[in-house]
């Protein structure tokens, strides 16, 4: 579905469209993304949502979530039990997505740069760090700077194409914009998106996940953070082989086999260049931690060896 369709569909009337768009906002909050305690941090006028899980005494896990118009840290779902059995997780909702805070400005790479190196700086001790999608590159970036234990990515990139400011305005706008943002996140648009882009297999996509990304996707403000990605505001200007190489600490790519976005040949690609290990999961998109959980978990057991396992 083209963004030129989706406007003839809703520039019918201001007042209906705004209408329609009322009728399909959330009037409730999504309820916890993730097992553990949820609780706040305060960052740059953010009210940051992140889960805790595991014991405190343990090796620091952070899970950092991608970006897309539906994102959370949902997204870890799957493994947050298993890991939280060795280490201490830390799993924030990114500003202007999930339970943290989505005021009205503009949404760039610098924010998300700073925001990713504050709370693996900050909240975290020496942590480990998951990252996935173009969150991976703000936390190669980070991880550059700020001391952690280890890093892995999972099918993590830099460019999303050139930047479509036009994009990024229609977005915004209150009400056409909201009505096209609406469309895209409807579960109809949601269910295309995951079986076309983010999964392998449809059959793999956990139950409740579409359903809590409907939710989730019709707070207010919701389209204001995935605006700025549509838009390619929120690439970072950096080269992820270079950020890669940077990293002082050992670097673990896992790649779904069949990724669409960001195919396999990237991965190979950018291991070879940057020198760091390819794990690849059979069967599996671009978010081979959702799709296929337990395997990512054994995965990871391989990339972060200096843990300590309880």
Same mark, same amino acid.
Do not use: K
């Given at each position: 579905?083209?963004? @030129?369709? /989706?406007?003839?569909?809703?520039?019918?009337?201001? $007042?209906?469209?705004?209408?329609?768009?009322?009728?399909?906002?959330?009037?409730?909050?999504?309820?916890?993304?993730?097992?553990?305690?949820?609780?706040?941090? @305060? =960052?740059?006028?953010?009210?940051?949502? *992140?889960?805790?899980?595991?014991?405190?005494?343990?090796?620091?896990?952070? /899970? #950092?979530?991608?970006?897309?118009?539906?994102?959370?840290?949902?997204?870890?779902?799957?493994?947050?039990?298993? /890991? &939280?059995?060795? *280490?201490?997780?830390?799993?924030?909702?990114?500003?202007?997505?999930?339970?943290?805070?989505?005021?009205?400005?503009?949404?760039?790479?610098?924010? *998300?740069?700073?925001?990713?190196?504050?709370?693996?700086?900050?909240?975290?001790?020496?942590?480990?760090?998951?990252?996935?999608?173009?969150?991976?590159? =703000? &936390?190669?970036?980070?991880? $550059?700077?700020?001391?952690?234990?280890?890093?892995?990515?999972?099918?993590?990139?830099?460019?999303?194409?050139?930047?479509?400011?036009?994009?990024? @305005?229609?977005?915004?706008?209150?009400?056409?914009?909201?009505?096209?943002?609406?469309? #895209?996140?409807?579960?109809?648009? %949601? @269910?295309?998106?995951?079986?076309?882009?983010?999964? *392998?297999?449809?059959?793999?996509?956990?139950?409740?996940?579409?359903?809590?990304?409907?939710?989730?996707?019709?707070?207010?403000?919701?389209?204001?953070?995935?605006?700025?990605?549509?838009?390619?505001?929120?690439?970072? $200007?950096?080269?992820?082989?270079?950020?890669?190489?940077?990293?002082?600490?050992?670097?673990?790519?896992? =790649?779904?086999?069949?990724?669409?976005?960001?195919?396999?040949? !990237?991965?190979?690609? %950018?291991? !070879?260049?940057?020198?760091?290990? #390819?794990?690849?999961? !059979?069967?599996?998109?671009?978010?081979?931690?959702?799709?296929?959980?337990?395997?990512?978990?054994?995965?990871?057991?391989?990339?972060?060896?200096?843990?300590?396992?309880?």
């Amino acid at each position: 579905m083209t963004l @030129r369709r /989706l406007l003839a569909g809703v520039a019918g009337g201001t $007042a209906a469209t705004a209408a329609a768009n009322r009728l399909v906002r959330a009037d409730e909050q999504p309820p916890d993304p993730l097992p553990g305690t949820r609780t706040t941090t @305060r =960052w740059r006028g953010f009210d940051v949502s *992140y889960t805790t899980a595991g014991d405190p005494d343990d090796p620091d896990l952070v /899970l #950092l979530h991608g970006v897309h118009a539906a994102a959370s840290s949902r997204a870890f779902a799957g493994v947050v039990d298993t /890991l &939280a059995e060795d *280490y201490h997780v830390l799993a924030p909702d990114l500003p202007g997505f999930g339970h943290t805070d989505r005021p009205s400005i503009a949404y760039t790479s610098a924010l *998300y740069e700073a925001f990713v190196a504050s709370f693996i700086g900050d909240v975290a001790d020496d942590p480990a760090v998951v990252a996935s999608s173009l969150t991976g590159a =703000w &936390a190669a970036m980070a991880a $550059a700077d700020t001391s952690v234990s280890a890093l892995a990515l999972v099918c993590p990139i830099a460019d999303t194409g050139q930047r479509r400011p036009a994009v990024r @305005r229609l977005l915004r706008t209150p009400v056409v914009g909201t009505a096209v943002f609406n469309a #895209l996140v409807s579960r109809r648009g %949601l @269910r295309c998106f995951t079986n076309r882009h983010a999964f *392998y297999q449809s059959a793999n996509v956990p139950a409740g996940l579409l359903d809590y990304q409907h939710r989730t996707s019709h707070q207010p403000n919701a389209r204001l953070a995935p605006a700025s990605f549509a838009g390619g505001m929120l690439d970072p $200007a950096v080269d992820l082989v270079d950020a890669v190489q940077s990293v002082p600490a050992p670097v673990t790519l896992v =790649w779904g086999r069949e990724a669409r976005i960001t195919p396999l040949a !990237d991965g190979r690609a %950018l291991a !070879d260049a940057a020198d760091v290990r #390819l794990t690849v999961l !059979d069967d599996a998109g671009a978010v081979p931690h959702v799709e296929h959980p337990a395997s990512f978990c054994d995965a990871l057991g391989a990339a972060l060896p200096q843990l300590e396992h309880h």
